[in-house]
Nanobody
């Protein structure tokens, strides 16, 4: 089981920025962020692989940026121009390899966008 620990969530005003982090217990091919707002299903936000491939949800394209520090098995999500609809619990996700795509999840970190 890959252990994932998120940090950096909190309260931010609309239009503000926040960076959240997730550290994995081992190197994994894919690290991603998902989010779940109250009353909604968990949705994909962004993914980055060890070979540099990145993907973003349309709703965050141009506002969020995902990066990795492979030396420390850490993934970051820089969130800019935050909106109230970005409020959610953000979950870190990891998949070990290109062929072992079992999902591993962190406990989540709360991001609240409110004035």
């Amino acid at each position: 089981q890959v252990q994932l620990v998120e940090s950096g969530g909190g309260l931010v005003q609309p239009g503000g920025s926040l960076r959240i982090s997730c550290r994995a217990s081992e190197r994994t091919f894919s690290m991603a962020w998902y989010r779940q707002a109250p009353g909604k299903e968990r949705e994909f936000v962004a993914r980055r692989t060890t070979v540099g491939t990145t993907q973003y949800a349309t709703s965050v394209q141009g506002r969020f940026s995902i990066s990795r520090d492979n030396a420390y098995n850490t993934v970051y999500l820089q969130m800019n121009s935050l909106k109230a609809e970005d409020t959610a619990v953000y979950y870190c996700n990891a998949q070990r390899t290109l062929f072992d795509t079992r999902d591993h999840w962190g406990q989540g970190t709360q991001v609240l966008v409110s004035s």
